[in-house]
């Protein structure tokens, strides 16, 4: 084999070898965006899941202390006529 064909052979294996590595990054790095892809999805799945459930949680709440309120307002009123009907009866005797 003439030198120059030698010279062009290893030129062409770099060549070659250039390509094959630009191939396999190019590879990588889809596979790589295509799991950020799958990882996105996920949590977008996983924060609207927990949002749903605080939302869940915050009604419950408000319902708590409506619930609350109106038991705190029912214990006022049974304290003050508690209180009139005990005024009442130390006034009779």
């Known amino acids: 084999m ?6 062009d052979l290893e030129r ?3 060549i070659n070898a250039a390509l094959v590595s ?5 590879m ?6 295509f799991s950020l892809f799958q990882t996105a ?3 977008e799945n ?3 899941t927990r949002t749903e459930e605080l ?4 009604r419950r709440l408000e319902q708590s202390n409506i619930d609350l309120s109106a ?3 029912n214990a006022e009123l049974a304290n003050l006529s508690k209180t009139r009907f005990l005024a009442a009866a130390s006034h009779d005797v």
């Open 71 to 73: 038991a705190k307002e």
């Open 28 to 33: 990588d790095q889809q596979g790589n965006a």
């Open 2 to 7: 003439p030198l120059r064909n030698i010279n």
């Open 12 to 14: 062409l294996k770099k």
């Open 22 to 26: 630009r191939v396999e990054r190019s």
């Open 41 to 43: 999805i996920s949590l």
């Open 55 to 58: 939302h869940s949680t915050l």
């Open 46 to 48: 996983r924060v609207r």
